[in-house]
């Protein structure tokens, strides 16, 4: 008998759970709809309070979907770099505090270049670089701003840049000093659309005539500025062509795990080229993609919490207009309230009404918001140089951050109304 009363007594508890689970979603259901209904008859305020909740959220999504495309951009450029590559370098990556001390540091000269060369053992390849920016002519087409940089035969090795059609420079066009070069895509598009472009010869600066013997793999921008917007000539030829005092950035591929050692090496010999005692300090840098990258994390956390802390004062805000809107609200139905509890309607039910109404508030402007701010940054993506990107978890974090708005500011107007006696409700005017 006991045995039979067990399951008996699951059963009632089941069907009990399955009564309170329809009683609550018919419940839920009619407060929605309620909800509703007092927002669209009510236009005007419920408008002023979404539009305010909809343009705080704008502005935060912009925020960190600006923040989400710096740091795509920020990884795209860096696999350019490549994880096992050193550079040496006058200039510290991150030392905008320092900026004299290093300001008056020697150039990175040719002489370093050839001593790493002759004296380290363990780097796979070596390559000298040193930038300017030029106009790029051929014919009676120029393109300005062009990054024009000189290398050698090591530069693909150090820095994964690939050739899409031709060849790459050679150790005898350095010693040569030949007059030929290799285009990004964004020139090959600009000269050359539907033509083969090796064996033109570009006009570059004033003085610089090349044979095009290369084009590169389209690469895209990073940063908002294009990377496929360059010439490489060989270092003899830049050197001739715009001076040889400028100062060089050296890379250094160091082996699969043996990134520190390398480093330890490099700066061993760069500091017996210079000849500085042990007490000295180095006149140089040895810089890594991990610092480069820790800085840039450091300055988006700060931009993070610049974010945050905005989306704080405009959550503030927009729930004061939640509140307040809600607030009128339950006084103007204060009699309906008495009513209803007079007739049955239970606490829970009135609180789950107005909290419905706040959440649905709230929700619609943030939705409107992120609309906003999505399209805004897709718009500052492809006319600045800023980047920007939808990011999923933003916008989950919107959807979610908007919600929970509601809820937050809405409980007390509803938990007033919840709370309000019947006989007190009835007699309000």
């Known amino acids: 008998m006991a045995e039979a009363a067990v399951p008996l007594a699951a059963k009632a508890r089941g069907g009990t759970f399955l009564r309170r689970a329809r009683r609550f979603a018919a419940e839920l259901r009619d407060a929605l709809v309620q909800a509703a209904t007092s927002l669209v ?133 350095y010693e040569l000093g030949s007059d030929v070069c290799l285009i990004g895509a964004d020139l090959e598009d600009a000269f050359f659309k539907g033509q083969e472009p090796l064996g033109h010869e570009l006009r570059v600066g004033a003085n610089l005539r090349c044979t095009v013997v290369g084009t590169f793999v389209r690469k895209g921008n990073a940063f908002g500025q294009s990377q496929d917007r360059r010439i490489v000539i060989p270092l003899s030829a830049f050197m001739r062509t715009f001076g040889s005092k400028r100062g060089l950035v050296i890379a250094v591929v160091a082996p699969e795990g043996k990134v520190l050692e390398t480093e330890d090496e490099v700066v061993a010999v760069m500091r017996n080229a210079r000849r500085l005692n042990p007490e000295q300090e180095d006149t140089f840098s040895v810089n890594r993609q991990d610092k480069l990258l820790e800085g840039f994390n450091q300055t988006m956390l700060a931009v993070n919490i610049a974010g945050g802390l905005v989306g704080v004062i405009i959550a503030i805000v927009a729930g004061i207009g939640i509140m307040n809107i809600l607030l009128v609200s339950v006084k103007e139905r204060t009699r309906e309230i008495g009513i209803r509890r007079a007739l049955g309607a239970r606490r829970s039910t009135i609180l789950l009404q107005f909290l419905c109404e706040a959440v649905m508030v709230s929700l619609v402007g943030g939705l409107l918001g992120i609309a906003l701010g999505a399209g805004a940054a897709a718009i500052l993506d492809a006319v600045t140089p800023l980047p920007a990107a939808v990011d999923p978890r933003v916008v989950a974090g919107g959807v979610l951050g908007s919600f929970l708005l509601g809820v937050i500011f809405g409980l007390w107007p509803a938990m007033s109304a919840a709370f309000l006696h019947p006989i007190e409700a009835l007699r309000y005017e």
């Open 41 to 173: 008859s009510h236009k005007l305020r419920a408008a002023l309070t979404i539009s305010g909740i909809s343009i705080g959220i704008t502005g935060v999504i912009i925020i960190f979907m600006v923040g989400a495309g710096m740091r795509t951009s920020f990884a795209k450029q860096l696999s350019t770099l490549g994880p096992n590559t050193l550079f040496v370098h006058k200039w510290k990556w991150g030392s905008g505090n320092d900026w004299w001390k290093y300001k008056n540091r020697p150039n990175v000269s040719m002489l370093d270049w050839h001593a790493l060369v002759a004296n380290t053992r363990l780097p796979v390849a070596i390559a000298p670089m040193v930038t300017t920016n030029a106009v790029v002519a051929y014919g009676i087409k120029e393109v300005k701003g062009v990054e024009t940089r000189g290398t050698t035969a090591g530069y693909l090795d150090a820095t994964g840049w690939q050739v899409k059609r031709g060849r790459f420079l050679s150790e005898l066009d």
